[in-house]
């Protein structure tokens, strides 16, 4: 009775702070700034516009602010923290106020937040910025956006509303605002050849456990056909899972629920490996290798992140709603599933699933989805083809850009793309980068190009896209990380101001310009670490 109290109360607050309609015709629906996706660089979009004047609204199609920060995804991939400033560093300066954290750590800032804490900060951003947020406002899939003279006029929601505005953003993890208006894009994997990139296409096999289960049948998603070859592109897009909150605390546990959809054949490979791990290190030792990464995030949490299901998710970046609602639930299935067979299946040590079952899903997260995250974790869906493609070279050696809105410094982060049989019968996966430069230099900063967030301009004049930006395969693993979609969401946010109040093109602003605006709202453009020679020895990320 409690947790549905307290659903209430969320949803009432969200409903007071935000000005939200859930499906009520609206009026006067003429904004400077239209923001499509209330992830959190569409929030930090909003606040960036909102802050220099504009009149910004945000459709989100779902039913909370954050995307994947307030969806599950606590455990930040930072990489360098002397990159993140601006209003993303702000976020995260007023988590580590919340937690009070200046009077237990040395920089007092809450890298790690909970999701629901991140969800309450987010919402006070919004408000005290002005910006209007609707909730359950999704794109009709035909004819939801109105161009004209190449630019777009007004979008259409599947209820009816339609915004106009006079720039949008495209801040959702699809793209779909994007590919609707007729942006061009890419799915999958580029071939080496396209742009010169080492580390694309098709990637080097590893794997050695068998591809068959006890009865001589091939295993649940591994394909009978290898890949390509080495360098070859494809469609192809890596695994996604959900981020789950977990916790030990007995006072905050949901046990592990069984999916409805429940098949322990999907799990074999997940059997073996484990089986060998406790072999090697003991049951109880093994079972805490699951939760990694304690006391990072607060108050007895840890973000799973391991449960990645691999080829479930190729038709999920251009499927059709209908399409993507049936691949969410799949993955619903099997990363419940993945949890409750490590804690219930009987060929497992019974010292091995009393730990597992020692942990549940977080009590006090997500409290209106069952304790489950908001998101499902799309790691890459489209990237736009636009003014300025990010390729490998641009985040690993020629990484100074004439137009810089933000800094990276991530890795490249690419998970599983395939699993297959070959010829021995061995289960093989692919999908890792290789790299060329030191694996010191996976650290080192590069500069995020202005041109990369918009549209060829013989296409749409007047649309941003700070999530799916026009990038490779190869350059979005490193980009694809939530603080660079913060930075970029802000350097939107603030083009797209520029360019109603001078009446231009998104492609026609000064970018120099737009570098001082977000300078003066304490962005950072530059690092002093732009080689390896300026790492002192030993050093490692700040």
């Given at each position: 009775m409690?947790?549905i109290?307290r659903s209430?109360?969320?949803?009432?607050?969200?409903?007071f702070i935000?000005?939200?309609?859930?499906g009520?015709?609206?009026?006067?629906?003429?904004?400077?700034?239209?923001i499509?996706?209330?992830t959190?660089?569409?929030?930090?979009?909003?606040?960036a516009?909102?802050?220099?004047?504009a009149?910004?609204?945000?459709?989100?199609?779902?039913?909370?602010?954050?995307?994947?920060?307030?969806?599950?995804?606590?455990?930040?991939?930072?990489?360098?923290?002397s990159?993140?400033?601006g209003?993303?560093?702000?976020?995260?300066?007023?988590?580590?106020k919340?937690?009070?954290?200046?009077?237990?750590?040395k920089d007092?800032?809450?890298?790690f937040p909970?999701?629901?804490?991140?969800?309450?900060?987010?919402n006070?951003?919004?408000?005290?910025?002005?910006?209007t947020v609707?909730f359950?406002?999704?794109?009709?899939?035909?004819?939801?956006?109105?161009i004209?003279?190449?630019?777009?006029?007004?979008?259409?929601m599947e209820?009816?509303?339609?915004?106009?505005g006079?720039?949008?953003?495209?801040?959702t993890?699809?793209?779909?605002?994007?590919?609707f208006?007729?942006?061009?894009?890419?799915v999958?994997?580029?071939?080496q050849?396209?742009?010169?990139?080492?580390?694309?296409?098709?990637?080097?096999?590893?794997g050695?456990?068998?591809a068959?289960?006890?009865?001589?049948?091939?295993?649940?998603?591994?394909?009978?056909?290898?890949?390509?070859?080495?360098?070859?592109?494809?469609?192809?897009?890596?695994?996604?899972n959900?981020?789950?909150?977990?916790?030990?605390?007995?006072?905050?546990?949901?046990?592990?629920?069984k999916?409805?959809?429940?098949?322990?054949?999907k799990?074999?490979?997940?059997?073996?490996?484990?089986?060998?791990l406790?072999?090697?290190?003991g049951?109880?030792?093994?079972?805490e290798?699951?939760?990694?990464?304690?006391?990072?995030?607060?108050?007895?949490?840890v973000?799973?992140?391991?449960?990645?299901?691999?080829?479930g998710?190729?038709d999920?970046?251009?499927?059709?709603y209908?399409?993507?609602?049936q691949?969410?639930a799949d993955?619903?299935?099997?990363?419940?599933?993945?949890?409750?067979?490590?804690?219930?299946?009987?060929?497992?040590?019974?010292?091995?699933?009393?730990?597992?079952?020692?942990?549940g899903?977080s009590?006090?997260?997500f409290?209106?989805?069952?304790?489950?995250?908001y998101?499902?974790?799309?790691?890459e869906?489209?990237?736009?083809?636009g003014?300025?493609?990010?390729?490998?070279q641009?985040v690993?050696?020629?990484?100074?850009k004439?137009?810089a809105?933000?800094?990276g410094?991530?890795?490249?982060?690419?998970?599983?793309?395939?699993?297959?049989?070959?010829?021995?019968?061995l289960?093989?996966y692919?999908?890792?980068?290789?790299?060329?430069?030191?694996?010191r230099?996976?650290?080192?900063p590069?500069?995020i190009?202005?041109?990369?967030?918009?549209?060829?301009?013989?296409?749409?004049?007047?649309?941003?896209?700070?999530?799916c930006?026009?990038?490779?395969?190869?350059?979005?693993s490193?980009?694809?990380?939530?603080?660079?979609y913060?930075?970029?969401?802000?350097?939107?946010?603030?083009?797209?101001?520029?360019?109603f109040?001078?009446?231009?093109?998104v492609?026609?602003?000064?970018?120099?310009e737009?570098?001082?605006i977000?300078?003066?709202?304490?962005a950072?453009?530059?690092?002093?670490i732009?080689?390896?020679n300026?790492?002192?020895?030993?050093a490692?990320i700040d």
């Amino acid at each position: 009775m409690k947790t549905i109290i307290r659903s209430l109360l969320i949803l009432l607050i969200a409903l007071f702070i935000n000005k939200t309609s859930f499906g009520l015709p609206q009026k006067n629906n003429a904004y400077d700034v239209v923001i499509y996706g209330g992830t959190a660089s569409g929030i930090m979009a909003a606040i960036a516009a909102a802050k220099e004047g504009a009149k910004v609204v945000v459709l989100e199609p779902k039913l909370h602010i954050g995307g994947m920060v307030t969806g599950g995804l606590a455990a930040t991939d930072i990489g360098r923290r002397s990159v993140i400033g601006g209003y993303p560093l702000a976020f995260y300066k007023r988590l580590g106020k919340y937690y009070n954290y200046q009077s237990i750590t040395k920089d007092s800032i809450g890298w790690f937040p909970e999701p629901h804490v991140a969800e309450l900060v987010l919402n006070q951003m919004i408000k005290e910025a002005g910006v209007t947020v609707y909730f359950q406002k999704r794109l009709k899939e035909k004819g939801g956006v109105k161009i004209k003279d190449g630019k777009i006029t007004s979008i259409v929601m599947e209820n009816g509303d339609e915004f106009a505005g006079k720039v949008f953003i495209d801040a959702t993890y699809e793209g779909d605002l994007m590919a609707f208006a007729g942006v061009s894009y890419i799915v999958g994997r580029e071939a080496q050849s396209q742009y010169n990139e080492y580390s694309a296409g098709v990637r080097d096999a590893f794997g050695s456990q068998s591809a068959y289960d006890d009865n001589g049948k091939l295993l649940p998603g591994v394909q009978t056909q290898a890949p390509g070859p080495v360098g070859s592109g494809d469609k192809k897009t890596q695994a996604y899972n959900f981020r789950l909150s977990l916790t030990n605390n007995p006072n905050n546990i949901t046990p592990f629920p069984k999916p409805q959809h429940y098949d322990t054949r999907k799990y074999v490979e997940l059997l073996r490996t484990t089986l060998t791990l406790i072999n090697k290190e003991g049951a109880v030792q093994a079972a805490e290798h699951m939760f990694p990464g304690m006391g990072k995030v607060p108050h007895d949490k840890v973000d799973l992140n391991t449960a990645d299901y691999v080829g479930g998710n190729w038709d999920y970046p251009d499927g059709s709603y209908a399409r993507r609602k049936q691949i969410w639930a799949d993955h619903v299935d099997y990363v419940a599933g993945y949890m409750y067979f490590l804690g219930h299946d009987e060929r497992l040590p019974t010292e091995y699933r009393n730990v597992i079952n020692s942990w549940g899903l977080s009590k006090d997260e997500f409290t209106d989805n069952h304790n489950w995250p908001y998101e499902l974790y799309v790691r890459e869906a489209r990237r736009m083809v636009g003014e300025h493609v990010i390729t490998q070279q641009d985040v690993v050696s020629d990484m100074q850009k004439p137009d810089a809105v933000g800094l990276g410094s991530y890795g490249l982060d690419v998970h599983p793309m395939q699993a297959w049989v070959n010829e021995k019968g061995l289960l093989k996966y692919e999908g890792r980068p290789q790299r060329t430069e030191p694996e010191r230099m996976k650290h080192i900063p590069y500069q995020i190009p202005y041109r990369a967030l918009t549209p060829k301009k013989s296409e749409v004049k007047n649309l941003l896209v700070p999530v799916c930006m026009s990038a490779s395969h190869v350059a979005y693993s490193t980009l694809r990380m939530e603080p660079q979609y913060m930075i970029l969401g802000q350097a939107a946010g603030t083009a797209a101001y520029l360019a109603f109040k001078q009446q231009k093109s998104v492609q026609d602003i000064d970018s120099k310009e737009l570098a001082a605006i977000l300078l003066a709202r304490g962005a950072y453009l530059e690092s002093s670490i732009k080689t390896l020679n300026d790492l002192k020895p030993g050093a490692g990320i700040d």
